[in-house]
């Protein structure tokens, strides 16, 4: 009784939060453009997607910030993760409490302060300014990717590759950075499904002729409802899936507790 | 290896774009420009004490409210039948409740707009079973369904997680005791989720305080948020002083509720997101 029960709550709540994903989905493919009728199926909402120009524009600026300030990160992070793994403790607690701030501060004032400071040094909003503010809020994420990897390491390798003669340089790109790989990738990875999932940021920090797919999605959305967008949304929904399985299993691989890595 | 500096360039890059910008928006919120000079003022906070802006943060903080009650009512016992052992296939199931997260934030907001829309999918159905329309889109209700449906996992996940954690034995010394199923959850279960609870309770409120696109889409573009109120001084009215006041508030609003739940977690052993 009680876990058929269950059984049919969790039904429920499962209706509840696909409903919505689907119908989204289903609808890409109607040919009628209304949103209670079906009219026979389509693909003339994806034809028409990659034909407008506007749309293609903003994949093209999604996918190179993405990559760009992902790429950048991953490095700067790591970086980041190394200098702070050997730091003394009261730098250390400082360096990561300034680490969080930008995880903990809600999104909009992180985007209005990048937006004044963008501003106040008279920096033009558009391509540059994006791309700074996805850099500053993907590195933290990429360092807590790869600091656990770090407090894994066995520090007397690293002395042991010195000790056999190795540069230090060499010792970090043939002994060091082979184990903590799995974290920097893991980083890259979760700092480039952010960088295309972000909205709020992107859209306090960019200016006229610059825009990505977020934003061209929530302008279209305000005038109305558009199957375009459901096109367009269903696409977006398999790629960050597929994405983020990628990221999800290579975590748990790495974590044996399993604990899933998930955006907001 | 051993040397800390490597992290200085990151150092540096974080002043430059988390606390000098963070400091911008403090004067910007205690100065104003009168003729062409910027002055020292207290201004733009007593401006948003009008009860214009009152008003709006009073509603923001409400509608906040009543959607965490509402995720905290819908998810607990989700959070339960998921971490309960007459479940089998427990990480396929917890792995699709987590999908439609993944869903950019935006478009599941958009999704909502489609099915409550006066011709949507809701009204068409209502419709054929020859039952009145609903005026649903634009309304105090379509924004806090907005806010449970993206905000729900936020608060079932840190609460499944503890629950997860809890030693069977505590629950079966109990039930030797003699206690029911409800004391057992009153005495045993709830008061060691709570944890769970409250990392849930800040992770659902913290967004949907701060939210101007749930707002915007499904409350119509008149809807005032704190949100919005300080997207409309950046983007629209350019008034960067009483929009980065605002903006200060929401802050000390944030740090607020996070303080008053961090009483709530002394050992800080909630069930984090990451």
């Known amino acids: ?264 | 290896m051993k040397k800390g500096w490597i992290s200085y360039p990151y150092i540096l890059w974080m002043i430059i774009f988390t606390i000098v910008p963070l400091l911008l928006v403090m004067y910007y919120g205690f100065t104003k420009t009168e003729n062409g000079t910027m002055v020292l003022t207290p201004d733009n906070f007593i401006r948003v004490m009008e009860p214009t802006y009152l008003k709006v943060l009073w509603r923001s903080v409400l509608l906040a409210l009543v959607s965490t009650v509402v995720c905290f009512i819908i998810g607990y016992p989700v959070a339960m039948i998921l971490a309960g052992r007459d479940i089998s296939r427990k990480s396929t199931l917890v792995l699709l409740f987590v999908i439609p997260m993944w869903m950019n934030f935006l478009l599941r907001t958009y999704a909502w707009m489609t099915l409550l829309d006066r011709k949507g999918l809701i009204n068409t159905l209502l419709g054929a079973l020859g039952l009145p329309q609903l005026n649903l889109l634009y309304t105090d209700f379509a924004v806090i369904l907005g806010m449970v449906y993206n905000f729900l996992p936020f608060m079932v996940l840190p609460i499944y997680s503890v629950l997860r954690k809890i030693d069977r034995s505590l629950i079966e010394a109990a039930e030797d005791l003699g206690s029911d199923t409800v004391t057992v959850f009153r005495k045993v279960i709830f008061p060691l989720s709570l944890p769970g609870v409250v990392s849930g309770i800040t992770m659902v409120f913290m967004p949907a305080v701060t939210t101007f696109i749930i707002s915007k889409l499904l409350g119509g573009s008149q809807y005032m948020l704190i949100g919005n109120l300080i997207e409309d001084q950046f983007m629209r009215v350019y008034d960067w002083n009483f929009g980065s006041a605002v903006s200060i508030i929401m802050m000390l609003l944030i740090l607020l509720s996070m303080g008053v739940m961090a009483r709530y977690d002394k050992e800080g052993t909630g069930g984090g997101l990451f």
């Open chain 1, 1 to 264: 009784m009680k876990k058929a029960f269950g059984r049919f709550y969790l039904v429920l709540i499962f209706a509840f939060l696909y409903a919505p994903v689907l119908t989204l989905i289903v609808f890409s493919f109607n040919d009628s453009r209304s949103r209670g009728n079906w009219g026979g199926f389509t693909l003339k909402w994806y034809s028409a997607l990659f034909r407008d120009r506007h749309v293609l524009s903003s994949l093209y600026y999604t996918l190179t910030i993405a990559l760009l300030s992902a790429l950048i990160a991953t490095v700067a992070g790591t970086a980041a993760a190394i200098g702070i793994h050997n730091m003394k403790k009261i730098l250390k607690s400082f360096v990561m409490n300034l680490t969080y701030l930008p995880v903990i501060s809600p999104d909009i004032v992180t985007g209005i302060s990048l937006m004044i400071l963008f501003v106040f040094v008279r920096l033009n909003l558009g391509f540059t300014t994006l791309l700074l503010a996805h850099i500053t809020f993907n590195i933290p994420y990429v360092i807590l990717s790869v600091l656990p990897k770090l407090k894994q390491l066995n520090k007397h390798m690293y002395e042991a590759a010195l000790d056999l003669g190795a540069k230090p340089l060499y010792a970090f790109f043939r002994v060091i950075l082979p184990e903590i790989m799995p974290g920097v990738v893991t980083g890259f990875l979760l700092a480039f499904t952010l960088s295309l999932d972000d909205f709020i940021i992107s859209f306090f920090t960019t200016g006229s002729g610059v825009s990505t797919l977020s934003i061209t999605i929530y302008s279209m959305a305000r005038l109305g409802i558009n199957p375009k967008i459901n096109a367009l949304s269903t696409l977006m929904f398999i790629v960050v899936l597929a994405l983020l399985l990628i990221v999800n299993k290579r975590s748990s691989a790495n974590s044996k507790n399993g604990t899933a890595v998930m955006n907001i």
